[in-house]
């Protein structure tokens, strides 16, 4: 498995920015960011599987990259809006995946703690 290690939430005010940060053990063939706001299930809001995805409601806003010389994944996101707080996790995948099912949490098996997201209007 793979350890993952997220940073970087907080609280920020609509329409601000905010970059979060995780620190990985090992490569993986997919690294993703997901969110759980309380009440609702587990999303997929970004992914790096050879290519990039994105939630249709982040697509624009939130960016995701990987520095593999740093073994760090980071999400950018910008002009944020009260509907993304959340809790924010890492997640890894070791083995190939089908394409379309990157941003399915049920697809990844390592994951991080969390970081806790909260924006204010």
């Known amino acids: 498995q793979v350890r993952l290690v997220e940073s970087g939430g907080g609280s920020v005010q609509a329409g601000g920015s905010r970059r979060l940060s995780c620190v990985y053990t090992?490569?993986?063939?997919?690294m993703g960011w997901f969110r759980q706001a309380p009440g609702k299930d587990r999303e997929g809001v970004a992914a790096?599987?050879?290519?990039?995805y994105y939630a249709d409601s982040v697509e624009g806003r939130f960016t995701i990259s990987q520095d593999n010389a740093k073994n760090t994944l980071y999400l950018q996101m910008n002009s944020l809006k009260p509907e993304d707080t959340a809790m924010y996790y890492c997640?890894?995948?070791?083995?190939?995946?089908?394409?379309?099912?990157?941003?399915?949490?049920?697809?990844?098996?390592?994951w991080g703690q969390g970081t806790q997201v909260t924006v204010s209007s």
């Open positions: 090992s490569t993986a063939y997919c």
């Open positions: 997640a890894a995948r070791k083995d190939v995946l089908v394409l379309g099912s990157a941003l399915n949490p049920s697809k990844y098996d390592s």
């Open positions: 790096i599987c050879r290519r990039t």
